[in-house]
């Protein structure tokens, strides 16, 4: 009976460790900045534009922003991302 109790456990620990050391998830960034701890980019308001689009989707080849390559990358996987678009107010 111990030698059963004992089996039951070790089965269960065993499992356990199998189903919590599963891979981490894909990178979602492939190619900006690898070589960096994290990717942070600072623009000052100041220098953009009446309307600046930023890439969400990590294929931009002028990461932060956005060149379009989103569409591309819809078009494979059938998601749905696009940019992050700043405008200035405009005063009416």
């Not at 900045?33 to 309307?51: F, M, R, W």
């Not at 078009?75 to 405009?90: A, S, Y």
Request: aromatic residues 8%.
């Amino acid at each position: 009976m111990i030698l059963l109790v004992a089996g039951g456990l070790v089965l269960s620990v065993v499992a356990a460790f199998v189903y919590y050391r599963r891979s981490p998830a894909p990178h979602i960034n492939k190619t900006v900045q690898k070589h960096k701890p994290k990717v942070v980019n600072t623009i000052d308001i100041e220098d953009l534009s009446d309307a600046t689009a930023f890439c969400r989707c990590w294929k931009s080849s002028k990461f932060p922003y956005c060149d379009g390559s989103h569409n591309t990358h819809n078009k494979e996987c059938g998601d749905n991302v696009g940019p992050l678009l700043l405008r200035r107010k405009t005063e009416n």
